[in-house]
């Protein structure tokens, strides 16, 4: 991956790319990228834990909340999920419709071939005909064409591309990629693009001297992406993200870019590239407003403990007087503990709640009720 980013900055017309672009190439190059190479990504085996990893009561909690919404506003069982991965969630979402002989369809976006063969391996044939596979948003609009249901996202948009902008001596500049005279990648400084610019303003983004931050590019075409195929429903993402006045917290000086391996931070992305998962925090405030721009009406903003909570997990709850510790019981009990408490799962992930063509005065009677409503 290295000599191919060497190769195309060397062919690039001004000798240098944008961290959008070293991280859509790192990430997603098809045959490069870390996200295509055939190795293990999720769980303790690859290099980070999503919630869906720690047992499926996550899974089924959050379907827990599609029905419940689906009965307040109406709404069929059509789940769309963004980055659908190696089909974790899907596969235990399923199963649950399965046991409760519900009508549903199940619409699995994942731009991984590898990724994608995992879950088809996985995936009974009984069960393939409720389930469509697509490698984007825009190849899924143009053969289902807008649906009425839900779309979801669990760690999509901190995987998306970012620019990187830094104020430098009074000056808001991007932090791009070039070389050195020993062919290695390192940063430089260049002139702020305008449509940045445009959206600090619009966004009210403001740096002080020597702040850098990242700009979700990515945040406006996927917005449009979604107003276009989701015709009646709720968009429920899941991800870590700042809101505008956390984002100004003196610890976020340097932004939130980073990597993974192996489960330990990468701070120098420049290294490895194409062997580690790179992330950001995602802007709360320029997803929610670009899709209120979009005709998407802002629910809520929770604290994934707070929404699984009151989704009901502690209905999972099983009391077990079993000595072995690793008993499934004790297993859950732990999970549903994990998911809720401290610092990690519990305290780390926000849940962003939109909805369009409906109305959306039943779905915050649904998410303001007391913990434990299903």
Same mark, same amino acid.
């Given at each position: 991956?290295?000599?191919?980013?060497?190769?195309?900055?060397?062919?690039?017309?001004?000798?240098?790319?944008? &961290?959008?672009?070293?991280?859509?190439?790192?990430?997603?190059?098809?045959?490069?990228?870390?996200?295509?190479?055939?190795?293990?990504?999720?769980?303790?085996?690859?290099?980070?834990?999503?919630?869906?990893?720690?047992?499926?009561?996550?899974?089924?909690?959050?379907?827990?909340?599609?029905?419940?919404?689906?009965?307040?506003?109406?709404?069929?069982?059509?789940?769309?999920?963004?980055?659908?991965?190696?089909?974790?969630?899907?596969?235990?979402?399923?199963?649950?419709?399965?046991? +409760?002989?519900?009508?549903?369809?199940?619409? &699995?976006? =994942?731009?991984? =071939?590898?990724?994608?063969?995992?879950?088809?391996?996985?995936?009974?044939?009984?069960?393939? +005909?409720?389930?469509?596979?697509?490698?984007?948003?825009?190849?899924?609009?143009?053969?289902?064409?807008?649906?009425?249901?839900?779309?979801?996202?669990?760690?999509?948009?901190?995987?998306?591309?970012?620019?990187?902008?830094?104020?430098?001596?009074?000056q808001i500049q991007e932090v791009v990629?070039?070389?050195?005279?020993?062919?290695?990648?390192?940063?430089?400084?260049?002139?702020?693009?305008?449509?940045?610019?445009?959206?600090?303003?619009?966004?009210?983004?403001?740096?002080?001297?020597?702040?850098?931050?990242?700009?979700?590019?990515?945040?406006?075409? $996927?917005?449009? +992406?979604?107003?276009?195929?989701?015709?009646?429903?709720?968009?429920?993402?899941?991800? &870590?993200?700042?809101?505008?006045?956390?984002?100004?917290?003196?610890?976020? +000086?340097?932004?939130?870019?980073?990597?993974?391996?192996?489960?330990?931070?990468?701070?120098?992305?420049?290294?490895?590239?194409?062997?580690?998962?790179?992330?950001?925090?995602?802007?709360?405030?320029?997803?929610?407003?670009?899709?209120? =721009?979009?005709?998407?009406?802002?629910v809520g903003l929770f604290k994934q403990?707070?929404?699984?909570?009151?989704?009901? $997990?502690?209905?999972?709850?099983?009391?077990?007087?079993?000595?072995?510790?690793?008993?499934?019981?004790?297993?859950?009990?732990?999970?549903?503990?994990?998911? $809720?408490?401290? =610092?990690?799962?519990?305290?780390?992930?926000?849940?962003?709640?939109?909805?369009?063509?409906?109305?959306?005065?039943?779905?915050?009677?649904?998410?303001?009720?007391?913990?434990?409503?299903?």
């Amino acid at each position: 991956m290295k000599k191919f980013l060497v190769s195309l900055i060397q062919s690039s017309e001004q000798g240098y790319i944008g &961290y959008d672009q070293f991280i859509q190439e790192a990430l997603y190059h098809p045959k490069l990228g870390y996200y295509h190479r055939n190795h293990d990504i999720f769980g303790k085996r690859g290099d980070f834990y999503t919630s869906t990893y720690v047992h499926p009561v996550f899974s089924r909690t959050i379907l827990n909340v599609f029905i419940q919404l689906a009965r307040s506003v109406k709404l069929p069982i059509n789940v769309c999920e963004l980055g659908a991965g190696e089909g974790m969630f899907a596969e235990q979402v399923i199963k649950e419709l399965e046991m +409760k002989n519900a009508s549903y369809q199940y619409f &699995y976006i =994942e731009t991984s =071939e590898s990724l994608k063969e995992k879950f088809k391996h996985r995936l009974s044939p009984d069960k393939r +005909k409720h389930v469509h596979f697509f490698s984007s948003l825009d190849e899924c609009l143009s053969v289902i064409g807008p649906f009425n249901g839900f779309i979801f996202s669990n760690e999509f948009l901190d995987a998306q591309p970012v620019k990187v902008i830094e104020k430098r001596n009074g000056q808001i500049q991007e932090v791009v990629i070039s070389i050195d005279k020993q062919s290695e990648l390192k940063e430089r400084l260049v002139a702020c693009p305008d449509p940045v610019l445009k959206w600090m303003d619009d966004y009210s983004v403001y740096l002080k001297e020597g702040q850098r931050i990242e700009v979700p590019v990515y945040i406006f075409p $996927i917005m449009k +992406k979604l107003h276009r195929i989701l015709d009646k429903g709720v968009v429920l993402t899941i991800d &870590y993200g700042y809101t505008g006045e956390e984002w100004k917290h003196p610890a976020r +000086k340097k932004g939130s870019l980073r990597g993974y391996d192996q489960h330990r931070m990468v701070e120098d992305l420049l290294r490895k590239p194409g062997e580690v998962d790179i992330t950001h925090h995602v802007h709360w405030d320029t997803w929610i407003k670009a899709g209120e =721009e979009q005709g998407m009406e802002f629910v809520g903003l929770f604290k994934q403990n707070e929404f699984l909570l009151k989704g009901g $997990i502690l209905n999972e709850l099983e009391e077990d007087t079993s000595p072995d510790y690793f008993s499934e019981k004790h297993r859950k009990n732990r999970a549903i503990r994990s998911l $809720i408490q401290g =610092e990690g799962f519990a305290g780390m992930f926000d849940v962003c709640v939109q909805a369009t063509g409906v109305d959306s005065d039943p779905i915050r009677g649904v998410l303001t009720k007391k913990p434990g409503f299903m």
